[in-house]
C-alpha cells in the first residue's frame, strides 16, 4: 500500500521526506519519489526500485528547499517504473499530487482530458488528478482542489503541491489514512504515525473528507463546503516500531483486523450498480469467448491452493463446470492433460512463487488460457499470465497468510458467479440474492472479530496440545485444510484437516480423551451428517469447539464449545468461519511464545522450488 510523506517548515525538506518514507517502507511499495519547491519550481525526482535506488540517484544533488511531498508506491493502476512512480504532474510542472487508493473513474474523466488537448505519460489513475488540477484551476489553490474533488470517484488519501501558492500544502482523505504532525514553525503529513514520530508526537488523524491545508505556522482543516472543523490533537505514546504496526502486537494481527477493508477493496468496481451482476472490467469476458472452454485448472501453493479448493466448490455449483484444483509442484511433474479448452486460474499473493509461476509457464507451453489472480501488481506471475485479477489485499507483511486468503476466497466467488453469469447457469435474481449478501460482509466480518476474548480463553486452556484435528464437509472442510495450516505454521501444534466424513477410515484411531477437534458446521445441505461426524469424536471423549452460524440451537448440545458467526448465504460462510481459526492460531501461537511474524524455517516469498 502506498506510503505519503509531506513537510512544509524552516528545514529543508528532502531529508526528511526520505526518513520519513523508510518508516513506511513495511506498507509495501516498489518505487519512490520526492517533489519539493526549488528555486521557483517543482522539481520532481523518483524511479523504481526500493528507496535506496532513489537515494543514489540524488545523492550530492540532493533538491534544494523547504516545502516537499514524498511517496512510496505500491502499484495499482501500472506496472512498477521511473514512470508510473509519485508524485505526479500535470503538463506545466505547476501542479504536483501524490496519491494512495484507486480513482475508480480515471478513465472517464482521462478521456475527458484528452479530448482537451492533454497530454498523460504515466498509466495511473493519479496522473488525472495533477491535470483535472490545470484543467480546472480558478487562480485559487485551496478552491480549485474542492472542485477537483466533486469530480473524482473512489479511494484515496491525497497531497497537492502547488508552484503558484508554494506557502501551503493541502491533503484530504477518503478511505485511506492520512495523520497531520504538528511541530514548532514546522508541520508534518503521512499515511501513518511512524513517519512523523520521530519529529513530534503531537498528531491528529484526518477523518473522510476533510481538507487540511497545511502551512509551516498552522494546519486549517475544513469541509468541502469550507465550514470548519476543529481536530482533536493528542500526543503519540507509542514507540516507532509499535507504530508501524498501528499498535497491534504483531503485523498477522494487524492483517486479521484488516479483513474488513481488504474485501471492500477486492469488491470495488465489481458489484454492478445495477445490483444483479458481476463485473471484471479487467476481463471482459464474452459468453461467445468462453464456449470454447470445458474444464478450469486452478493451480496455487499453500494457503493460496486452500482458497483454489474453495474456488472448485463455487465454480461448480454455479457455473457448472468441472475444476481440478491442482497443488502447483505437483502438476507440474504429473503431465497434466491440458489444452486451449481450458482455462488455468494461478493464485499466488505474493505472484513471485516459483512452482506457481512455473505450473502456469507450462499450461501456456500446453495451449492453456491463462489468468492469475494475485495481490501485487506488476509481479511475476501478473507479467506472465495472459489475464489477471488482483485481490487489492494491500501488501501483507506477515508470514502467515490471512487478509489474503479471505480476498482470495472473494474474488473465486465473484470470478464463479461472473462465469456463472457468461455460461447461463445462474438466475439473475440468484446473482441480486448474492450481491446483497456480499455487500454485508465486511460487516459481518467485524462481528465475528469480536469473538475474540472467547478465543483468547481457547487458545490459553488448549495452547499445550500437541495435536488438534479440524473436520468439516463440503465448504467447511476446504475451511478447515486453512485452520488447519494457519496453527501448524504459526504454533508448531500438529494440526490435521479432514473431511468429517472421511475420519472413520483411519483417523478416528487418533482421536483420544482431550485431544481438540474444531468442527465446522456451517453448511446447511450438509448440517445433519457433520452433527452425526461430531458425535463420534465426542464419544471418544475429544475437546469440541464447533464453529456455527447464529441461531443454531443444535451444535450447543454436543460441543464443548460453541463460536457463533453471523448469519450468511452458505456460499458466503467461509470468508466467516476462517476468522476465529486464524484467531486461534494466533493465540494459540503467543501462548506458546512462538515468533508470530516470522515462524521457524518458513519465508513470505517462496522463490525456490
Ligand atoms: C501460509 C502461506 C503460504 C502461502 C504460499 C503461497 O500462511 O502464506 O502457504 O500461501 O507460500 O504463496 P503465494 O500466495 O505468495 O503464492
Known amino acids: 500500500m502506498c506510503g505519503i510523506v509531506g513537510y512544509i517548515g524552516n528545514n529543508q525538506a528532502a531529508p526528511f521526506l526520505l526518513d520519513g518514507m523508510s518508516k513506511l517502507e513495511y506498507r509495501g511499495y516498489d518505487s519512490a519519489g520526492i517533489a519539493v519547491y526549488e528555486k521557483n519550481h517543482i522539481r520532481i525526482d523518483k524511479c523504481v526500485g526500493r528507496l535506496e535506488a532513489l537515494r543514489q540517484k540524488i545523492a550530492g544533488n540532493l533538491p534544494e528547499g523547504t516545502v516537499g511531498i514524498g511517496h512510496t ?63 480546472y484551476f480558478t487562480g485559487n489553490f485551496e478552491d480549485t ?27 484530504t482523505k477518503k478511505s485511506n489514512p492520512l495523520v497531520i504532525g504538528l511541530g514548532n514553525g514546522e508541520n508534518f503529513i503521512a499515511s501513518d504515525i511512524p513517519a512523523i514520530i520521530s519529529k513530534t508526537r503531537k498528531t491528529f488523524i484526518m477523518s473522510d473528507g476533510e481538507i487540511a491545508t497545511v502551512t509551516k505556522d498552522g494546519v486549517w482543516v475544513q469541509d468541502i463546503d469550507g465550514t470548519p472543523i476543529s481536530k482533536k490533537v493528542f500526543e503519540v505514546n507509542w514507540n516507532a516500531e509499535a507504530a508501524e504496526k498501528g499498535g497491534f502486537e504483531h503485523f498477522m494481527l494487524k492483517e486479521i483486523y484488516e479483513q474488513p477493508k481488504a474485501v471492500r477493496e477486492t469488491m470495488r468496481g465489481r458489484l454492478a450498480k445495477t445490483g444483479d ?42 457455473a457448472r463446470i468441472p475444476v481440478e484444483v491442482d497443488i502447483a509442484s505437483e502438476f507440474r511433474y504429473r503431465e497434466p492433460i491440458i489444452d486451449g479448452s481450458c482455462l488455468a486460474i494461478f493464485v499466488s499473493q505474493s505472484g513471485e512463487t516459483s512452482d506457481t509461476l512455473e505450473a502456469m509457464k507450462e499450461s501456456k507451453r500446453l495451449g492453456a488460457r491463462t489468468l492469475a489472480v494475485t495481490n501485487v501488481v506488476g509481479s511475476s506471475i501478473s507479467r506472465e499470465a495472459d489475464q489477471v485479477v488482483y485481490t487489492y489485499a494491500g501488501p501483507e507483511i506477515a508470514v502467515a497468510s490471512t487478509k489474503a486468503y479471505t480476498t482470495q476466497l472473494l474474488v473465486m466467488l465473484l470470478l464463479s458467479i461472473y462465469v456463472a453469469q457468461l455460461r447461463g447457469t445462474i438466475t439473475q435474481e440468484r446473482v441480486a440474492e448474492l450481491v446483497a449478501n456480499i455487500k454485508e460482509i465486511p460487516e459481518k466480518i467485524n462481528r465475528t472479530l469480536e469473538n475474540v476474548e472467547q478465543i483468547k480463553v481457547f487458545a490459553k486452556r488448549y495452547g499445550s496440545c500437541e495435536d488438534a484435528f479440524f473436520l468439516g464437509r463440503s465448504l467447511d472442510y476446504a475451511v478447515a485444510l486453512e485452520g488447519a495450516l494457519k496453527l501448524k505454521e504459526i504454533s508448531y501444534i500438529h494440526a490435521e484437516a479432514y473431511a468429517a466424513g472421511e475420519l472413520k477410515h483411519g483417523t478416528l484411531a487418533l482421536i483420544t480423551e482431550g485431544v481438540p477437534v474444531i468442527v465446522l458446521a456451517t453448511q446447511p445441505h450438509v448440517y445433519e451428517k457433520t452433527i452425526s461426524n461430531l458425535r463420534e469424536v465426542k464419544a471418544r471423549e475429544a475437546i469440541v469447539i464447533g464453529i456455527a452460524v447464529e441461531g443454531d440451537t443444535e451444535m450447543a448440545k454436543h460441543a464443548d464449545h460453541v463460536i457463533y458467526i453471523p448469519h450468511a448465504d452458505g456460499e458466503l460462510a467461509p470468508l466467516m468461519a476462517v476468522l476465529p481459526l486464524q484467531l486461534l492460531a494466533y493465540y494459540a501461537a503467543l501462548t506458546r511464545g512462538c515468533d508470530v511474524d516470522k515462524p521457524r524455517n518458513l519465508a513470505k516469498s517462496v522463490t525456490v522450488e
Request: charged share 25%.
Open 73 to 135: 508506491r505500491w502499484a495499482t493502476h501500472g506496472r512498477p517504473s521511473d514512470v508510473n512512480a509519485h508524485p505526479h504532474a500535470d503538463s506545466s510542472g505547476q501542479f504536483v499530487v501524490v496519491h494512495n487508493g484507486i480513482i475508480e473513474n480515471y478513465m472517464a474523466l482521462k478521456e475527458d482530458l484528452i479530448s482537451k488537448g492533454h497530454k498523460f505519460i504515466s498509466e495511473t489513475d493519479t496522473e488525472v488528478v495533477a491535470h483535472l488540477m490545470a484543467e
Open 145 to 171: 482542489v474542492k472542485k477537483v474533488l466533486k469530480m473524482i470517484e473512489g479511494s484515496y488519501s491525497l497531497v497537492f503541491m502547488c508552484a503558484k501558492e508554494p506557502d501551503k500544502l493541502i491533503c
Open 277 to 318: 451482476a458481476i463485473e471484471f472490467s479487467e476481463l471482459n469476458w464474452t459468453a461467445e469467448e468462453f464456449k470454447d472452454i470445458n474444464k478450469i485448472f486452478i493451480v496455487a501453493c499453500g494457503t493460496a491452493y486452500h482458497a483454489g479448493v474453495v474456488g472448485k466448490y463455487y465454480l461448480e455449483k454455479m
